[in-house]
């Protein structure tokens, strides 16, 4: 889920695939996936892994959603259980109310903070990239 998801934000971000490498090893094949950023240059390594990096979110995917979209919104914290509990919320302006319309939600839990953080915008900009809430 994780890679198809990456992928998906990254073009959705402005990154495009230019060729796909595939080599045959000993120990099995690999496949190798050539992206251009946006502004032309080569993804060194590759797409950002955006669902376990905040700094990555906030480089490439938070810009975007602020270019068209109001507020982009995310808290987390900590469960008596252990888990960690995040949640982002996107927004367009509506003169009509403080925030405005929500037109991306989502939330995440798990037992990694960072994982949690970064998970959840990138779910929330998923939901806003297919149009549901």
Not at 4 to 19: H, Q, R, T, V, Y
Not at 60 to 82: A, C, D, N, R
Not at 98 to 112: E, M, N, R, Y
Request: with cysteine; proline share 3%.
């Amino acid at each position: 889920m994780d890679n198809e998801l990456n992928k998906k934000l990254a073009e959705w971000a402005g990154f495009n695939l230019i060729d796909t490498q595939f080599y045959e090893h000993s120990f099995g094949n690999s496949e190798v996936e050539l992206w251009l950023e946006p502004s032309g240059l080569t993804a060194q390594g590759g797409v950002p892994n955006f669902t376990q990096s905040l700094d990555a979110c906030f480089k490439w995917l938070v810009p975007k959603v602020l270019e068209e979209h109001t507020i982009i919104e995310s808290y987390s914290f900590k469960q008596e259980s252990g888990l960690y509990y995040s949640e982002t919320c996107v927004w367009n302006r509506d003169e009509r109310q403080l925030k405005g319309k929500l037109v991306g939600k989502a939330f995440i839990q798990d037992f990694d903070l960072e994982r949690a953080n970064a998970l959840a915008p990138c779910l929330a900009i998923e939901k806003l990239i297919d149009g549901g809430k």
